[in-house]
Protein backbone atom coordinates (compact mmCIF):
# COMPACT_ATOMS: atom_id res chain seq x y z
CA UNK A 1 0.00 0.00 0.00
CA UNK A 2 2.91 2.58 0.79
CA UNK A 3 4.44 1.96 -2.13
CA UNK A 4 1.27 2.31 -4.61
CA UNK A 5 1.21 5.81 -2.43
CA UNK A 6 5.27 6.50 -3.69
CA UNK A 7 4.40 6.11 -6.97
CA UNK A 8 1.19 8.31 -7.20
CA UNK A 9 2.99 11.09 -5.46
CA UNK A 10 5.48 10.40 -7.78
CA UNK A 11 3.45 10.26 -11.39
CA UNK A 12 2.00 13.32 -9.59
CA UNK A 13 5.08 15.39 -8.84
CA UNK A 14 6.48 14.69 -12.15
CA UNK A 15 5.92 17.48 -14.37
CA UNK A 16 4.09 20.49 -12.49
CA UNK A 17 4.95 23.99 -12.24
CA UNK A 18 5.97 25.29 -9.18
CA UNK A 19 3.22 28.37 -8.16
CA UNK A 20 5.15 29.68 -4.90
CA UNK A 21 6.79 32.83 -4.60
CA UNK A 22 9.07 34.34 -7.34
CA UNK A 23 10.16 31.14 -8.91
CA UNK A 24 5.98 30.52 -10.07
CA UNK A 25 7.33 30.04 -13.80
CA UNK A 26 9.75 26.83 -12.84
CA UNK A 27 8.62 23.38 -14.15
CA UNK A 28 10.22 20.75 -12.37
CA UNK A 29 10.87 16.95 -14.26
CA UNK A 30 11.90 14.00 -12.32
CA UNK A 31 14.19 12.39 -14.27
CA UNK A 32 14.97 9.24 -12.12
CA UNK A 33 14.32 7.57 -8.63
CA UNK A 34 16.62 4.73 -7.22
CA UNK A 35 15.85 2.79 -3.76
CA UNK A 36 18.91 2.75 -2.04
CA UNK A 37 20.32 0.54 0.82
CA UNK A 38 22.94 1.33 3.67
CA UNK A 39 23.84 -2.27 5.75
CA UNK A 40 23.87 -1.23 9.45
CA UNK A 41 24.07 -3.41 12.52
CA UNK A 42 19.91 -4.36 12.65
CA UNK A 43 19.69 -5.11 8.73
CA UNK A 44 19.34 -2.65 5.91
CA UNK A 45 18.49 0.58 5.83
CA UNK A 46 16.43 2.01 2.74
CA UNK A 47 16.74 5.29 1.34
CA UNK A 48 15.54 6.95 -1.61
CA UNK A 49 17.58 8.68 -4.24
CA UNK A 50 16.53 11.41 -6.87
CA UNK A 51 17.39 13.15 -9.51
CA UNK A 52 15.30 16.27 -10.55
CA UNK A 53 15.46 18.51 -13.34
CA UNK A 54 13.94 22.08 -13.27
CA UNK A 55 14.36 24.97 -15.71
CA UNK A 56 11.86 28.00 -16.57
CA UNK A 57 11.23 27.41 -20.36
CA UNK A 58 13.14 30.37 -21.48
CA UNK A 59 16.88 29.25 -21.53
CA UNK A 60 17.71 28.34 -17.83
CA UNK A 61 18.06 25.01 -16.93
CA UNK A 62 19.55 23.38 -13.62
CA UNK A 63 19.37 19.80 -12.37
CA UNK A 64 20.36 18.32 -8.44
CA UNK A 65 20.11 15.35 -6.69
CA UNK A 66 18.42 14.26 -3.52
CA UNK A 67 18.07 11.39 -0.92
CA UNK A 68 16.02 10.57 1.79
CA UNK A 69 14.29 7.99 3.70
CA UNK A 70 10.85 9.10 1.86
CA UNK A 71 10.55 9.82 -1.91
CA UNK A 72 8.57 13.11 -1.61
CA UNK A 73 11.49 14.55 0.88
CA UNK A 74 14.11 13.29 -1.65
CA UNK A 75 12.10 14.80 -4.50
CA UNK A 76 12.33 18.21 -2.69
CA UNK A 77 15.86 17.97 -1.73
CA UNK A 78 17.04 17.39 -5.45
CA UNK A 79 14.92 20.43 -6.44
CA UNK A 80 16.05 23.17 -4.10
CA UNK A 81 19.51 21.86 -4.97
CA UNK A 82 18.51 22.08 -8.92
CA UNK A 83 17.34 25.67 -8.62
CA UNK A 84 20.47 26.52 -7.23
CA UNK A 85 22.49 25.13 -9.72
CA UNK A 86 20.51 26.87 -12.98
CA UNK A 87 22.63 27.83 -16.22
CA UNK A 88 21.68 30.52 -19.06
CA UNK A 89 21.56 29.08 -22.17
CA UNK A 90 21.39 31.25 -25.28
CA UNK A 91 18.33 30.37 -27.57
CA UNK A 92 18.48 30.87 -31.23
CA UNK A 93 15.04 32.87 -32.42
CA UNK A 94 13.39 31.03 -28.32
CA UNK A 95 13.49 27.73 -30.71
CA UNK A 96 16.63 26.38 -30.75
CA UNK A 97 20.42 25.85 -30.14
CA UNK A 98 22.97 28.43 -31.88
CA UNK A 99 25.21 25.37 -33.12
CA UNK A 100 25.91 21.73 -32.23
CA UNK A 101 27.82 20.90 -29.39
CA UNK A 102 28.98 17.82 -27.82
CA UNK A 103 29.37 16.83 -23.92
CA UNK A 104 31.19 14.43 -22.09
CA UNK A 105 30.73 13.02 -17.82
CA UNK A 106 32.32 10.01 -17.39
CA UNK A 107 31.23 7.22 -19.80
CA UNK A 108 28.25 9.50 -20.63
CA UNK A 109 28.31 11.23 -24.00
CA UNK A 110 25.46 12.92 -25.88
CA UNK A 111 25.65 15.27 -29.05
CA UNK A 112 23.32 17.98 -29.63
CA UNK A 113 22.47 19.50 -32.92
CA UNK A 114 20.19 22.71 -33.79
CA UNK A 115 17.16 22.11 -35.96
CA UNK A 116 14.97 23.65 -38.86
CA UNK A 117 11.16 24.60 -37.57
CA UNK A 118 8.88 22.18 -36.97
CA UNK A 119 11.50 19.32 -36.20
CA UNK A 120 10.46 18.77 -32.57
CA UNK A 121 12.22 17.62 -29.71
CA UNK A 122 14.43 14.16 -30.98
CA UNK A 123 16.06 12.99 -27.67
CA UNK A 124 15.17 10.39 -25.35
CA UNK A 125 15.23 9.88 -21.56
CA UNK A 126 17.36 11.85 -19.14
CA UNK A 127 18.56 14.54 -22.69
CA UNK A 128 14.75 14.85 -23.28
CA UNK A 129 14.27 16.06 -20.18
CA UNK A 130 16.68 18.79 -19.80
CA UNK A 131 15.79 20.01 -23.01
CA UNK A 132 12.29 20.10 -22.61
CA UNK A 133 12.65 22.08 -19.76
CA UNK A 134 15.25 24.60 -21.02
CA UNK A 135 12.28 25.81 -23.79
CA UNK A 136 13.87 24.18 -26.71
CA UNK A 137 11.23 23.32 -29.48
CA UNK A 138 13.62 21.96 -32.33
CA UNK A 139 16.71 19.70 -31.29
CA UNK A 140 18.55 16.61 -32.53
CA UNK A 141 19.76 15.00 -29.38
CA UNK A 142 22.13 11.96 -29.61
CA UNK A 143 23.88 9.82 -26.67
CA UNK A 144 26.17 7.64 -27.61
CA UNK A 145 28.20 6.59 -24.32
CA UNK A 146 26.39 5.11 -21.04
CA UNK A 147 22.76 5.21 -20.37
CA UNK A 148 23.63 6.09 -17.06
CA UNK A 149 21.11 8.96 -16.53
CA UNK A 150 23.24 11.01 -13.69
CA UNK A 151 26.25 10.73 -16.53
CA UNK A 152 23.66 11.43 -19.44
CA UNK A 153 22.29 14.71 -17.74
CA UNK A 154 25.71 15.80 -16.85
CA UNK A 155 27.32 15.54 -20.61
CA UNK A 156 23.88 17.48 -21.70
CA UNK A 157 25.08 20.22 -19.22
CA UNK A 158 28.73 20.09 -20.69
CA UNK A 159 27.26 20.56 -23.77
CA UNK A 160 25.15 22.82 -23.25
CA UNK A 161 28.05 25.18 -21.80
CA UNK A 162 29.65 25.44 -24.47
CA UNK A 163 26.52 27.19 -26.83
CA UNK A 164 27.41 30.65 -27.78
CA UNK A 165 25.58 33.47 -28.83
CA UNK A 166 26.35 35.81 -32.15
CA UNK A 167 25.84 38.50 -29.44
CA UNK A 168 28.91 36.79 -27.24
CA UNK A 169 31.29 36.27 -30.08
CA UNK A 170 31.11 39.48 -31.15
CA UNK A 171 31.92 41.24 -27.71
CA UNK A 172 34.95 38.49 -27.38
CA UNK A 173 36.08 39.60 -30.69
CA UNK A 174 35.25 43.53 -30.37
CA UNK A 175 33.45 43.26 -33.57
CA UNK A 176 29.37 44.14 -34.43
CA UNK A 177 26.89 41.54 -34.29
CA UNK A 178 26.62 42.13 -37.82
CA UNK A 179 30.25 41.21 -38.90
CA UNK A 180 30.12 38.21 -37.20
CA UNK A 181 26.67 36.97 -38.90
CA UNK A 182 27.62 38.36 -42.16
CA UNK A 183 30.90 36.05 -42.07
CA UNK A 184 28.66 33.14 -40.85
CA UNK A 185 26.29 33.86 -44.23
CA UNK A 186 29.39 33.91 -46.52
CA UNK A 187 30.15 30.45 -45.29
CA UNK A 188 33.96 29.22 -44.28
CA UNK A 189 35.68 32.43 -45.27
CA UNK A 190 39.59 32.34 -44.93
CA UNK A 191 40.76 32.51 -41.09
CA UNK A 192 42.09 36.12 -40.22
CA UNK A 193 45.75 36.50 -39.65
CA UNK A 194 46.92 36.29 -35.95
CA UNK A 195 49.31 38.97 -35.18
CA UNK A 196 51.90 37.77 -33.10
Known amino acids: ?5 QRGD ?10 DGPDSDIVEKLVHINRVAATVKGGRRFSF ?24 EAIRKATEEAKKSMIRVPLRESRTLHHDGNGRWGAGKVMVRSAPPGTGIIAGGPMRAVLETLGV ?17 RATFEALKVQSSPRQIAAKRGK ?3 DVLSRRADGASAPEAVEG
Request: hydrophobic share 30%.
Open 49 to 72: AALMVVGDQKGRVGFGHGKAREVP
Open 137 to 153: QDVVGKSTGSSNPYNMV
Open 10 to 19: RRDRRDRPQE
Open 1 to 5: MAREQ
Open 176 to 178: KVS
